[in-house]
């Protein structure tokens, strides 16, 4: 069984209680400090401003950046709109929508205002 006395477990566990309240104690007396800034956080707007231009013009001089153009935007456009046109039913579902809200219709439901 429990070779340990009642008394010295007690006892034990007393010595282990008191010292949880002494650290929660100890944690609520201590000051909060506010989180320590550190790299980019450090330096200020236009200094950070400087150093991302610089990275940028890197950037482009290796040849590694990218930039978006109307061409591209107009590329990438036509493959949404053609995945959307795909689905035929969310095609049938947004058609019928733009119909109900003609104003023909809300004429002929008596929703006009």
Same mark, same amino acid.
């Given at each position: 069984?429990? %070779?340990?006395?009642?008394?010295? %477990?007690?006892?034990?566990?007393? #010595?282990?209680?008191?010292?949880?309240?002494?650290?929660?104690?100890?944690?609520?007396a201590a000051p909060k400090r506010a989180?320590?800034?550190?790299?980019?956080? $450090?330096?200020?707007?236009?200094?950070?401003?400087?150093?991302?231009?610089?990275?940028? $013009?890197?950037?482009?001089?290796?040849?590694?950046?990218?930039?978006? !153009? %109307?061409?591209?935007?107009?590329? #990438?456009?036509?493959?949404?709109? #053609? !995945?959307?046109?795909?689905?035929?039913?969310?095609?049938?579902?947004?058609?019928?929508?733009?119909?109900?809200?003609?104003?023909?219709?809300?004429?002929? !439901?008596?929703? #006009?205002?």
């Amino acid at each position: 069984m429990n %070779s340990i006395p009642a008394t010295e %477990s007690e006892a034990l566990e007393l #010595a282990q209680t008191s010292e949880l309240e002494d650290q929660q104690a100890t944690d609520e007396a201590a000051p909060k400090r506010a989180k320590q800034r550190r790299g980019f956080a $450090v330096l200020d707007q236009e200094a950070r401003r400087e150093i991302a231009r610089a990275g940028g $013009v890197a950037a482009h001089a290796v040849g590694l950046a990218h930039r978006f !153009t %109307s061409e591209l935007a107009r590329e #990438a456009g036509k493959k949404g709109g #053609a !995945t959307t046109a795909a689905d035929r039913e969310h095609m049938r579902e947004i058609g019928r929508k733009g119909g109900y809200g003609k104003r023909g219709f809300r004429k002929e !439901t008596g929703d #006009a205002k």
